[in-house]
């Protein structure tokens, strides 16, 4: 059986024609009234005991008529016409069913009750009566056609019989005007009469009805040439209409006809040139430029600077001016003083100075003076973003105060955020400073010792470029780290999944804060 959904569905893909009469919507033979229900659920009906509502037929063709207007205007229209409006969620499924995208739909119940359809007879009465007085008006307009040839054709014979002109009833006028010649004035007019135009009474009727022979002519051939289809031999076929043979053809001939002219044609030998002497290049004296990283190429021989005991590549870095000032007598000394020969003792010769290291094995010795005190200050590194609930502004609150306050709340406040914060915390009645940074890359191999703890946020960017390549298994596995997050919300899956201490708490219960913050310092005393 027809149902008004199928039908509505049909009709829109193949865009025929749905007509409304009479609070009825007719599908060709079938007619149902407007108000009739489809089997089309709304959202929300039919859930949790609710009653089941359908969607009315005049209104899904009234969206369909109104589909490219906005939700807003359409419901505003439906609203105005008095018509239920579909709901916005429905609107996208119901229209890709409708326009014959999705074959079926979720909404579309199926043991819903359908009601039984009207079948309308008086289309095809009148299809019946309108096309007996198409042929009715045709055979009209034939007749009167015919009749209007008919007079053409008589006014033709008429003037083809004007044409010949008779000899019998001509008589001459004169001595000197022959018959001859009144019969060749005589021709001479009717031939004149036959170009111009001759106005009678029923001049206009005649225009009207070559007008309407020359529509009925126009019809014809339009029909006719609509039929016609053009015969393809295989000659027309072979023959190019976009292409000449003169200017494409004669090209690609000319072209093959240059080759083998050219295979053919024989070959010239080149004169031998017998090859000239080559020419000796006198070289060229070029100035050499000072360069301190260079001097070795100034020190060609060794015997130059063998008098005078100079190494090119000593250095005096890392000793006093004294040192060098008296460098000769202590060096005679320590040779006084030491045996020569002894096993792993250099021997150096007397009055000569002490050995220069190079300048690049003098940079990696450590510094002779006194070197920076190390920092021993345990560092705490916090998220950078902005969404973390710890950041530079209420991390002192948090971890120092055991409070919680927003960083909205600090904002509003006037707080600053600064580069780095130092805790200060009580412990035995000694007082321990802590430093919280936000900004690790910084931190050289010696600070990263010191780290004791990190908070996470959950994404695994937020280690990129850490010492451990990042890892964080193997970072937490070599610092303390946690999370703080709100008991009502849902945990991230990578904190989860990782070995993290965490501090939930509550998002309206401020006095509960303490007890959880505490847990942090407990955790990082153990």
């Not at 000449?244 to 690609?252: C, R, T, V």
């Not at 960017?461 to 999370?483: L, R, T, Y």
Request: proline share 6%; with cysteine; charged share 25%.
């Amino acid at each position: 059986m027809a149902d008004p959904l199928s039908l509505l569905r049909q009709y829109n893909i193949n865009k025929k024609e749905i007509v409304e009469r009479d609070s009825q919507i007719i599908f060709g033979e079938f007619s149902w009234p407007k108000s009739v229900k489809t089997n089309y659920l709304k959202y929300g009906s039919g859930k949790k005991g609710a009653p089941r509502e359908y969607y009315t037929l005049e209104c899904l063709l009234y969206l369909l008529k109104n589909v490219m207007l906005q939700h807003s205007v359409y419901v505003r229209q439906c609203a105005a016409e008095d018509i239920p409006a579909v709901n916005r969620p429905d609107r996208k499924e119901l229209l890709a069913y409708l326009n014959g995208e999705t074959t079926t739909c979720a909404s579309i119940d199926k043991s819903a009750p359908l009601e039984i359809p009207t079948q309308v007879k008086r289309a095809a009465e009148g299809e019946a009566i309108s096309g007996e007085v198409a042929a009715k008006k045709a055979r009209f307009e034939e007749t009167q056609v015919q009749k209007v040839r008919e007079q053409l054709a008589a006014r033709w014979d008429v003037n083809q019989k004007e044409t010949a002109v008779n000899m019998d009833n001509i008589k001459s006028l004169s001595e000197t005007m022959s018959v001859e010649k009144i019969a060749a004035i005589k021709a001479k007019r009717l031939a004149n009469k036959r170009t111009t135009i001759k106005r009678t009474d029923n001049d206009e009727a005649m225009g009207t009805d070559l007008r309407a022979i020359l529509d009925y002519d126009v019809d014809s051939t339009k029909d006719i040439i609509s039929r016609e289809r053009q015969w393809r031999t295989r000659t027309s076929i072979l023959q190019s209409t976009g292409k000449i043979f003169a200017k494409n053809i004669f090209a690609m001939l000319q072209g093959v006809k240059a080759r083998e002219e050219g295979r053919n044609r024989p070959q010239v030998q080149n004169p031998i040139k017998m090859p000239e002497p080559a020419r000796i290049a006198k070289p060229q004296p070029q100035l050499s430029q000072y360069n301190r990283y260079d001097q070795e190429r100034f020190n060609r021989q060794k015997e130059e600077t063998e008098g005078f005991k100079i190494d090119t590549l000593g250095t005096y870095h890392g000793m006093s001016l004294k040192s060098v000032t008296e460098g000769s007598l202590a060096q005679r000394k320590a040779q006084a003083n030491s045996q020569p020969g002894a096993p792993g003792m250099p021997s150096s010769a007397p009055g000569r100075p002490k050995e220069l290291i190079p300048t690049a094995q003098a940079r990696q010795l450590p510094p002779s003076g006194p070197q920076k005190r190390p920092s021993r200050t345990p560092i705490i590194i916090i998220p950078s973003a902005n969404t973390s609930l710890i950041t530079m502004l209420n991390v002192k609150d948090i971890l120092q105060e055991l409070r919680y306050l927003s960083t909205a709340e600090k904002k509003l406040q006037g707080c600053q955020r600064d580069s780095e914060v130092l805790l200060q915390r009580k412990r035995n009645n000694q007082t321990v400073s802590y430093r919280v940074i936000d900004n690790p890359i910084k931190l050289s191999q010696q600070d990263w010792q010191r780290v004791v703890a990190v908070f996470v946020m959950g994404p695994q960017w937020q280690f990129k470029g850490w010492p451990w390549d990042g890892n964080p298994v193997e970072i937490f596995s070599k610092i303390c780290a946690f999370h703080l997050c709100f008991s009502e919300l849902k945990l991230d899956a990578n904190v989860e999944r990782w070995s993290v201490t965490l501090l939930r708490l509550s998002q309206n219960k401020r006095h509960l804060d303490r007890a959880v913050l505490s847990k942090f310092w407990e955790t990082l005393d153990k």
